[in-house]
């Protein structure tokens, strides 16, 4: 069977936030590489596609990037991604309908337009393609290669993605929040059976009630969902910039006693599925 590969570049949401307190689970916000054989497909561009970008130097990159949504913590590594000047690459990004009448073009122009960033993207030197897409829609970008989308609940609104390759699947699900008391079909069908399930665990259940409408979730909500959809793991992530590496030690330990697929997510966790 051929080999799926998942490896983390950043795990956090919404700041950065480097230092002694952050340096083992780390400090860059949510990038995730996948490999499906020689597809590379990339989920988000927050900060940890930096070094994403640093570690592909001297490769051919031919990859597809689907964003989530467009808030700062998942697209400002964009910029600082060294394939995007090199003219040989090749980079498909990818995004469910954002705000009526904005492309997906626009908003990066937007965000790379002076005086937020001299130069702009005609900076870029790479072959870049920006395909909006229907959240719902099926996508398939490669033969062999699904994604499988979904609306999230967070303000702007997020897309789900469930990648589906060579038997097994990864379901990548964040930013979101949930209703208390109710689990959401959107992310039980994108987590349906999935091999993994990276979930927003912004906060804990303690946390969670003064930060209702923020648009995020709880690990213990991701526990009950990874359950419910019969995920085989869970991958705690999009953790709040305050965890630091003692709250998310804590944090680990309480998931994994909860539940036994739970794992979290830091800088550098690479897994080949099937997990065993
Ligand atoms: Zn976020
Ligand atoms: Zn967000």
């Known amino acids: 069977m051929a080999d799926l ?7 956090r949401g919404s700041a950065v936030c480097p230092g002694p307190a952050t340096v083992r689970y780390g400090g860059n916000t949510a990038c995730v590489e996948v490999r499906c054989g020689e ?6 561009a927050g900060s940890g596609l930096r070094p994403l970008g640093n570690a592909l ?16 913590d ?15 690459t090749r980079l498909r990004l990818w995004a469910g309908n954002l705000l009526p009448d904005l492309t997906l073009y626009e908003v990066f122009a937007r965000l790379l337009g002076e005086p937020l ?13 920006f395909r909006d897409f229907v959240c719902g829609q099926t996508l398939h970008p490669h033969p062999g290669l699904t994604l499988r989308t979904g609306p999230l609940n967070h303000p702007n609104q997020a897309t789900g993605y469930r990648l589906e390759y060579a038997g097994h ?26 091999d993994l399930m990276i979930y927003d665990c912004t906060y804990t259940e303690e946390e969670y009630p003064p930060n209702a409408g923020r648009g995020h979730s709880t690990w213990q909500q991701g526990v009950r969902l990874a359950e419910a959809a019969g995920a085989k793991r869970l991958a705690i992530f999009h953790h709040d910039p ?19 697929g739970a794992i979290i997510a830091a800088e550098g966790l690479t897994l080949r599925l099937p997990l065993r």
């Open 169 to 194: 699947a990864v379901a990548y699900i964040t930013d979101t929040e949930h209703v208390a008391g109710a689990l959401d079909d959107n992310v039980l069908a994108l987590a349906h059976g999935a």
């Open 57 to 72: 130097a001297g490769e051919l990159v031919d990859a597809d990037l689907f964003l989530t949504h467009c808030h700062l």
């Open 117 to 129: 960033f001299p130069g702009g993207l005609d900076l870029f030197k790479a072959r870049l393609e």
């Open 242 to 260: 305050a965890h630091d590496d003692a709250v998310l030690d804590r944090i680990t330990r309480e998931a994994e006693a909860a539940w036994p």
């Open 74 to 88: 998942h697209v400002w590594g964009l910029p600082f991604f060294e394939p995007c000047y090199v003219p040989d």
């Open 5 to 11: 590969l998942v490896r983390f570049w950043g795990v």
């Open 39 to 44: 597809r590379l497909i990339i989920f988000d």
